[in-house]
C-alpha cells in the first residue's frame, strides 16, 4: 500500500504485457498443479511458451493472486478465480478489472512502475519522454536504487500497452493486436494529437460502488485507522496509496462514491466534518472486512444476470 526505500520490481514480465487469458488460466493452473511454474512440462500445462510462462507467473504476483514468496493462490485470489466457487474465474465482470487494476497499482513492491504512475505522476497530458524521466527520478531519488534505463523503457512500454487501446492497422499480428483487458477502463489514452497521452482525473461512472469501497475499506485497514481525512482518500501522500488518483476521479466524484459507500453497506462508514475537516469514519469498533464489498458486489450483480 506504499513504496518503501530499497524495496522495487521492475523488468519481470519479460515485456508482455497482460493477455486476456493469462490470469485466469494460470491462477487455475496453480491451483490444479501448484508446481506448474517449475515444472518442464510448464509450457505444456499453460499452452504457451517458455518466457510466456514467467511472465504469467510475475503477473499473477503482480495481482495479488498468488503469493510474492510463493506460487500458492491468496485468499483474495481464490475468491475471485477458483473455477467452481470463484466470483469471476472468466473475467466477465467489468468491476473485476477495476478491482485487478487497484491491486495491481497498490502492489509499490512488485509492480512499481504501475505504483508509481497510478499515485506518483501527476501530469494529466504528457509526452513518453516525461515518463521515462519521472520513473527515473523516483527510482533514483525516491528508492536510491540503480535499474538500467532499458529496463525502465520496457516497463513503460508493458504499461502504455496495458492500459492504452491500440490503433491496429490491420498489418500486426492478431495475438499482438489483442488489447489487455484493463485497456477497457479508459484510464490512460492517446491523445487526439497521436503524440502523447492523456491521464486526466473525471467521473468514473463505471466503477462499481463495491470494488470503491473494497478499496477504502482495504486502505483504510492497511492504515490501521479509525478515520481518514477526505483529501488522504483523494490524493496519493507519504508514499500511501489513494483510491482518488489510482482510478482518476474528481474531487466531486470521489465524495459522491464515498456518499453511495455509506448507503452500499450502511452502518460501516459515515462522512463527518470535525474542525473544518471532512473526514470518513469507521462506525463498527472492529476493522471491516474489505471482502464484504466483495461478496456484495458479486450477488448483487449475479441477481441482475438472473433476472436479465
Known amino acids: 500500500m506504499r513504496s518503501k526505500a530499497d524495496k522495487g520490481t521492475f523488468g519481470r514480465h519479460e515485456t508482455f504485457a497482460l493477455r486476456y487469458s493469462w490470469l485466469s488460466k494460470g491462477f487455475q493452473a496453480v491451483q490444479n498443479y501448484p508446481g506448474v511454474f517449475d515444472s518442464e512440462n510448464s509450457t505444456v500445462e499453460l499452452g504457451v511458451g517458455k ?12 495481482f495479488q493472486l498468488i503469493e510474492k514468496s510463493s506460487n500458492t493462490p491468496t485468499l483474495l485470489g481464490k475468491k475471485l478465480f477458483d473455477p467452481k466457487h470463484g466470483y469471476d474465474p472468466y473475467l466477465e465482470d467489468e468491476g473485476t ?10 502492489n509499490a513492491e512488485q509492480a512499481t512502475t504501475f505504483y508509481w504512475f497510478f ?14 524521466t519521472g520513473l527515473t527520478s523516483f527510482v533514483e531519488v525516491g ?10 523503457k520496457n516497463d513503460l512500454a508493458v504499461l502504455t500497452r496495458m492500459y492504452v487501446q491500440s490503433k491496429n492497422n490491420g498489418r500486426a499480428p492478431l495475438e499482438d493486436a489483442l488489447d489487455s483487458p484493463l485497456s477497457l477502463l479508459g484510464l490512460l489514452t492517446h491523445s487526439p494529437n497521436g503524440r502523447t497521452y492523456q491521464s ?11 470494488i470503491f469501497s473494497f478499496a477504502v475499506a482495504q486502505l483504510m485497514q492497511a492504515r490501521g485507522m479509525t478515520s481518514l481525512p477526505l483529501e488522504k482518500l483523494m490524493y496519493s501522500r507519504d508514499q ?7 482510478f482518476r476521479l474528481t474531487e466531486a466524484d470521489l465524495i459522491a462514491k464515498l456518499e453511495h459507500m ?9 462522512i463527518n466534518e470535525t474542525a473544518g475537516i471532512h473526514q470518513l469514519y469507521r462506525l463498527v469498533e472492529n476493522e471491516v472486512d ?9 450477488l448483487i450483480n449475479s441477481k441482475r444476470c438472473a433476472a436479465a
Do not use: D
Not at 478489472?97 to 497498490?106: F, G, S, Y
Not at 528508492?143 to 525502465?152: A, D, M, R
Open 51 to 62: 518466457n510466456m510462462v514467467t511472465s504469467i507467473r510475475y503477473w499473477l504476483k503482480a
Open 262 to 270: 455509506t448507503e452500499y453497506m450502511p452502518n460501516q462508514f459515515t
Open 97 to 106: 478489472l477495476w478491482l485487478l487494476h487497484w491491486l495491481l497499482a497498490t
Open 119 to 132: 499515485n506518483q505522476f501527476h501530469k494529466s497530458e504528457f509526452a513518453a519522454a516525461e515518463l521515462l
Open 240 to 246: 500511501f496509496v489513494s483510491p482518488g488518483t489510482i
Open 200 to 210: 486526466p482525473a473525471k467521473a468514473r461512472t463505471y466503477l462499481p460502488t463495491g
Open 143 to 152: 528508492l536510491k536504487i540503480k535499474v538500467s534505463p532499458t529496463t525502465l
Open 290 to 298: 474489505p471482502l464484504q464489498y466483495l461478496g456484495q458486489h458479486y
